[in-house]
């Protein structure tokens, strides 16, 4: 009898950790960002600027990274703590769906669990640098 308790409790013990470590985490598709038109039309002062990109890249490393992956694939170290997806940066989709000007609008202001950078990345030159170093992430 108490073999078979022992037996069935490691079965139990099993099955949940099974469970526990195979089933991935289900993260919410993001909702569509709602900007405002006037960031879609927005020049981007330094587009293509190879200085501006390593500007962009430390930057990144500093403060986007820990979410978002070293490659932009929305997988860092803290992204299994999110609830919504941040995104596949690599993704042509994602590049084509965005105008510079709104990553900058997404960047500056987040949304939800998307921390704004608005005081931490206060000058325009590092924001249109993380926007470009964003657009390098393509495949
Ligand atoms: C704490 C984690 C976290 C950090 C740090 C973070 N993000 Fe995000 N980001 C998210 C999440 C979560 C989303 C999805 C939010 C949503 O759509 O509601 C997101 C969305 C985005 C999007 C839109 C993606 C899409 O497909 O619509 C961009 C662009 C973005 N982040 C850029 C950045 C940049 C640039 C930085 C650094 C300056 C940064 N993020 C830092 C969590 C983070």
């Not at 009898?1 to 013990?13: E, V």
């Not at 993001?30 to 038109?37: L, Q, S, V």
């Not at 989709?93 to 206060?122: C, H, W």
Request: charged share 25%; proline share 6%.
């Amino acid at each position: 009898m108490k073999t078979r308790i022992f037996l069935l409790s490691a079965m139990l013990i099993a099955a949940f950790a099974f469970f526990a470590f195979s089933v991935p985490q289900d993260q919410k598709k993001p909702a569509p960002w709602k900007i405002d038109a006037k960031f879609k039309a927005m020049k981007n002062p330094s587009a293509g600027d190879a200085e501006s990109v390593k500007l962009g890249k430390a930057l990144y490393a500093k403060h986007c990274k820990s979410c978002h992956g070293n490659l932009g694939l929305g997988d860092g170290p803290k992204s299994t703590n999110l609830e919504t997806f941040p995104g596949d940066f690599s993704d042509a989709k994602f590049q084509a769906a965005y105008a510079d000007g709104e990553l900058y609008y997404m960047t500056v202001n987040g949304r939800d669990e998307m921390p704004k950078f608005d005081s931490k990345i206060p000058d325009e030159e590092g924001r249109w640098a993380v926007v470009n170093y964003v657009r390098s992430l393509k495949k």
